[in-house]
């Protein structure tokens, strides 16, 4: 089968990779009906991260499950599922807390499971795949795809942040996950949302979204005109959705006293001093979203059409095409890139 493998920064290719199998019990193979490529693809692709060998790419998926191992009960062959780029078993007391990311049996989609292909592996599939109510219209695939990671990594930025009703929500950073931090702000009830944005096509859908104010200015001029917006109180809850030292950095200053901050940015070169945070009194969350807590929700809402995270999706290529969405990522010519098999 055809799969994305990174050679090195800035290579990108689409080669022959070995099918999947099923190599434990608690596995399933599924084929892919979408994916695409994420912003965390970028650190490597950009040398921020390093790159040894030749990787499998991709960890955002859904498609149809093909086969499942003996141990596998709740998921059966024929289920369209989504899943999370972390396989958990969803039982274990830490699962049970909602931190399947932290799952005691927790593993990374790697090898024979990267999701830039055509089918992949997903082990503990009981614990890690959702099953969708039935087989879905197309035009609801793009937004099921954006549940495996970026609306639910932007739920957890929110939820960390404590967003709600009668609160301001301020969001740093517009890409995917910014936006869909947004979204689900809007749902969680927040009565004002600020969208840190400098570019017109994001903040045009991050208003769509449910941003009832952007601020273009980044660093401290930034913080200063949400001081302003918010009669220099700041923001109760803000979701930092990039991973710099800046942008974390923008988020803390950003929040009231007693605010919370959602921290779901890949985190590159980030340092915090005690000052920086003991005479805020602001609370820090975050970390790899717990995306399988929130996934039966988020397919609930997206099967009934009460919100639609696939318009984040501004550029859909073949799968063979990888490449030119990675460029076109690195380049900010588009947001997100779907990718179909």
């Not at 899943?83 to 090898?111: M, P």
């Not at 809402?301 to 859909?316: A, H, K, M, S, Y």
Request: hydrophobic share 40%; with cysteine; aromatic share 4%.
């Amino acid at each position: 089968m055809r799969g994305v493998v990174m050679h090195a920064p800035g290579d990108v290719r689409v080669e022959d990779v070995p099918e999947p199998t099923l190599q434990e019990p608690t596995d399933a193979v599924i084929r892919l009906a979408a994916t695409c490529i994420c912003g965390s693809d970028l650190w490597p692709y950009r040398g921020a991260d390093e790159v040894r060998e030749p990787l499998r790419m991709g960890h955002e998926y859904c498609g149809v499950v093909e086969e499942v191992g003996a141990d596998v009960h709740g998921i059966r062959v024929g289920d369209f599922v989504v899943g999370s780029f972390f396989a958990s078993d969803n039982t274990c007391e830490i699962c049970r807390a909602g931190y399947q990311t932290s799952c005691l049996h927790r593993e990374v989609l790697g090898t024979g499971g990267a999701a830039q292909a055509e089918r992949m592996r997903v082990p503990l599939a009981d614990g890690t795949l959702v099953a969708t109510p039935g087989l879905p219209e197309p035009d609801l695939i793009p937004s099921l795809l954006a549940a495996s990671d970026v609306l639910g990594t932007g739920w957890f930025g929110a939820v960390a942040a404590e967003a709600g009703p009668g609160k301001t929500v301020a969001v740093v950073g517009d890409g995917a996950v910014g936006l869909c931090a947004v979204l689900a702000a809007k749902q969680l009830g927040a009565e004002r949302i600020v969208l840190f944005s400098r570019h017109a096509d994001r903040q045009a859908l991050g208003r769509e979204f449910g941003a009832t104010d952007v601020v273009e200015q980044r660093g401290e001029e930034g913080v200063a005109r949400l001081l302003e917006l918010t009669g220099g109180l700041g923001a109760h809850s803000v979701v930092e959705a990039v991973g710099t030292h800046e942008s974390m950095h923008q988020a803390i200053a950003s929040t009231r006293p007693g605010g919370h901050v959602g921290f779901v940015g890949v985190l590159h070169d980030v340092a915090i001093t005690g000052d920086d945070i003991f005479m805020t009194h602001v609370h820090l969350h975050g970390g790899p979203a717990p995306v399988r807590r929130f996934l039966p929700e988020l397919i609930r809402l997206i099967w009934d059409r009460q919100i639609d995270p696939g318009r984040v999706f501004d550029l859909t290529l073949p799968l063979e095409r990888a490449a030119e969405g990675y460029e076109a990522m690195h380049e900010r010519r588009a947001t997100k890139v779907l990718l179909r098999p």
